[in-house]
Every structure is written in C-alpha cells, then in structure tokens.
C-alpha cells in the first residue's frame, strides 16, 4: 500500500478566511428523530476555505469558472520544496536547487508550522518574475501552503496576473507541514462548479 499525506487543512467554523470573505458556516435543516431518518445540514463558505484551487475567473472578468478547468494539472506527479523563512517574496533563487527535471505540478512549503486558526496578514507570496520562471520550466501548477500566492494587502495581484498571462492553475492553503522535500503524485481535483471563481479541494498526496 502507497503511503498517502493528507495535505487538506480541516474546514470548520474556526477556519481562517481573508479579511471580509465567508466564513465556514452549518445550519441542519433536518435532524434524527423517531419521525426523521436522516441528519441533512446546509453550509455556507467562501470556496477560497481551506485546500482550494483558484480558478482564472477569480482575478480575470473573462476567465473560465473553476467547473470548465481540464483537470489534468491538478493530477499527477509533483514536487514538493521547502522555502521556509524566506522573507515575503518567494524567488526563484529559493527553490532552484530543486528545479533539475521539475515535474509539470510544484507545491512549496512556506510554513514551519500551518496557521490553522488565523489569517496571516505577512504570508510568504512568489515574486512573478519566478512565476514567469517556473512557466518557462513547464510548470503547469504551482501549489502552496500560503493563503495567497501574492501579498495579503497586494491591490495589483502580481502573481496572480503572471499565472493568468502563463496559463498556470495554482492550489492555496495546502497544509504541507508532515511532508518531506520529494517528488509525489498530487490528488487535489476541484468540484465541477460552473460559475465558481475557486473550488475547495480535498488535497492528497501519494508515494510513488
């Protein structure tokens, strides 16, 4: 059996949002009792929550709805490097000594420890000059344990604009604490939401 590592954060009320989006939220419209067989909630969230995939229509008014992706970059294999207490801006200097023959899907740890019960406002993003870099490399996916892959108060969203013009998809909030610098095959699809700017996923890893 192939070990897996769960790199999904837990979803619940306590859940970390950006400032002033959705929060995790469950009512129960039913509940067991003698006249009712079932246990049925409704929940309310901001499809950025925990593990989730952006989709381009997030920072593009023209961009296709997270439902419409191909799935293939979200699928296979990855590499996963450590670029801890690197400052704000991940460069490309932080993770080439990882890049020899770096599969089509990289995933980078910024984190000693994941902020489970907060938003960080000082999250580790990418310079989009190492966006750019990684594009040029192949790289189909770039995943991280950050919020965001640009500064929390960015207004420009430069990153985000480099995966737009690249063609890139991008996985945030991974929780990537337990898992050591290698290569693995990533699980992470999205839910087919058809109008959706992102999209939870449940994220996993496997040995290969």
């Known amino acids: 059996m192939k070990k897996l590592w769960d790199i999904s954060p837990p979803i619940d009320a306590q859940s970390p949002v950006f400032p002033g989006d959705t929060p995790y939220t469950q009512q129960w419209a039913a509940t067991l ?80 420890q994941f902020p489970s019960q907060h938003f960080d406002t000082q999250l580790t993003a990418f310079d989009p000059a190492c966006v750019q870099h990684l594009a040029d490399l192949g790289v189909l996916l770039i995943g991280t344990d950050s919020a965001s892959i640009d500064p929390a108060d960015s207004k420009q969203l430069p990153s985000h604009q480099a995966i737009r013009q690249r063609g890139l998809r991008v996985l945030e909030n991974l929780l990537l604490d ?28 496997r040995e290969l």
């Open 33 to 112: 009792t003698d006249a009712c067989p079932v246990n049925v909630s409704a929940i309310t969230l901001s499809p950025h929550v925990g593990a989730h995939a952006d989709a381009p229509l997030h920072y593009d008014p023209q961009g296709a709805a997270v439902g419409a992706l191909d799935l293939l970059p979200f699928l296979g294999r990855c590499r996963v490097i450590h670029a801890i207490d690197v400052g704000h801006l991940i460069a490309i200097a932080h993770l080439q000594r990882a890049l020899n023959d770096v599969p089509e899907r990289l995933l980078v740890r910024t984190y000693r």
């Open 178 to 205: 337990d898992v050591p610098e290698g290569d693995y095959e990533l699980i992470a699809l999205p839910l087919k939401l058809m109008t959706a700017d992102a999209s939870p996923v449940r994220a996993v890893l």
